[in-house]
């Protein structure tokens, strides 16, 4: 009898755990459905040449164009200054930490860095605009006060910590002996870490860039508040644009009625951000698999 | 003969723990010396302090005198990266860098500046055959060196050790992940090495010690018990505890 009560326990903890697992996989597979539904629905009025070739995008306006170009240039261009920001920082940082600091500098910059992480996104979006910004007109006085300068900087600061941290635990797993091989040949540290520890976490490294990348792609709070709202194709940064992220806000934080052109247009451009941050996803996902293999 | 290393009143330390008490004897050039004795004697600290490798441990320190040409290897005008390039290393597992076999092998000379193809590509052959690998691998030169099985791994180690022209070897129980077949190549391979390097080597396995060096070193606790020709360790050990030893009565 005791026994029977244990096994019907074990099967129903068994039970709600895969109850708890499936669940999220319900919601993800419910959100990807949502957004293949409603882009197939834009995509009837829409042709799809229009919306990958027209260099408009104006579907709030009378003289509607639904160009995602003006979009994504503008997400392009966000994310490519903050990875130009990010990437050096991260990478040094990661070198500092891994090879360089003291276990005591070590225990005080990472959690640092982690602290940067925990910022809401929304202060940093303030930050850009009330801070940076101004900053940065003193240097550019052509600088407008929404632009894609100063988020995509402020960005960058943001996503140093991803790039810095798994950076960072990519060098910290490579074998010790390979040190030791190659400070037996006469290296200098500095040599150590950039010929030696840099190529060998190499596939770690880049699946830390490439996750840095579509975070910054996916972001949406800093460029909302300080790059402005008008999109536009462009690659320079001293104006204001729009990125698709900040786009979807906009329409979502308005009152566009369900079921119109509007309305659905933010569940295309969801799509383009989710193809995008998928891609990158898998491909970080990619590197880090091969980058297990290579010393087990 | 000539002395390679003259150590003297070598006393080593990991924070406040002894790893070597008072080590003082001379090792030959053009020699094979090996260094036996149980886990935890302080066998591998010693060949670590020939070169200067356990400056990477936090908290080692060394007092007494090593001379290396007659000069200290730890006094503060000598520069530990020329040490390192005179006296080179071989460890217990086998480290490629994860790159190819070329790139490995002139590594050492690549951090020294040197890039001109032509002599990189005589010094790959060179230390390649000296290392008696050149046959197995000279088709694959461009491949990865981590495709290579265990004993070529090790044997492209000590090419590796050999491009940067040292005068010494220093090997760390280089066989001990390695098969017998293994084994026995890179013991044929140390054996001719003294013909031209000073050759330390570090070993738990003293038939390895017997077939391969002309002096033997026992140590025991951090302390050098006995050090002499190997033949006369191995049959008429002046110590007790060496005998103990070599007589696998423990260790």
Known sequence: MRKRYQWIKEKLIEGALFASALFSIF????IIGVLFFETYEFFKEVSILDFLTDTQWTPLFTDKHFGILPLFAGTFLTTAIAILVALPIGLVSAIYLSEYASDRARNTVKPALEILAAVPTVVYGYFALLFVTPILQRFIPDLSGFNA????????????PIIASLSEDAMHAVPMGLREGAYA?????????????????????AASFILG???????TMVVAIAAGQQPRLTLNPLVPLETVTAYIVQVSLGDTPTGTIEYKTIFAAGMGLFTVTFVLNIVSYWLKKRFREVYE | METAFKVKNLKA????K?????????ILKKTVTAIIGPSGCGKSTFIRCLNRMNDLVLGFNVKGEILYDGKNIYSKDIDVIDIRRQIGMVFQKPNP????????VVYGLRIQGINRKETLDNVVE????????????????????LQLSGGQQQRLCIARAIATEPEVILFDEPCSALDPIATAKIEDLITALKQEYTVVIVTHNMQQAARVSEYTGFFMMGELVEFDATQKIFTTPSNKMTEDYITGRFG
Do not use: C
């Open chain 1, 27 to 30: 919601v993800t597979a419910g």
């Open chain 1, 149 to 160: 300068l100063s988020p995509g900087i402020v960005m960058g600061i943001m996503i140093i």
């Open chain 1, 185 to 205: 040949l006469g290296a200098a540290k500095f040599q150590v870490a950039t010929r030696v520890v840099v190529p060998a976490a190499f596939s770690g490294i």
């Open chain 1, 213 to 219: 990348i579509s975070r910054a792609v996916g972001e």
């Open chain 2, 13 to 16: 330390y990991y924070g406040p």
């Open chain 2, 18 to 26: 002894e790893a070597l008490k008072d080590v003082s004897f001379d």
């Open chain 2, 97 to 104: 860098f994860p790159k190819s076999i070329y790139e490995n």
């Open chain 2, 126 to 145: 060179e230390s390649l055959r000296k290392a008696a690998i050149w046959e197995e691998v000279k088709d694959r030169l461009h491949t990865s060196a």
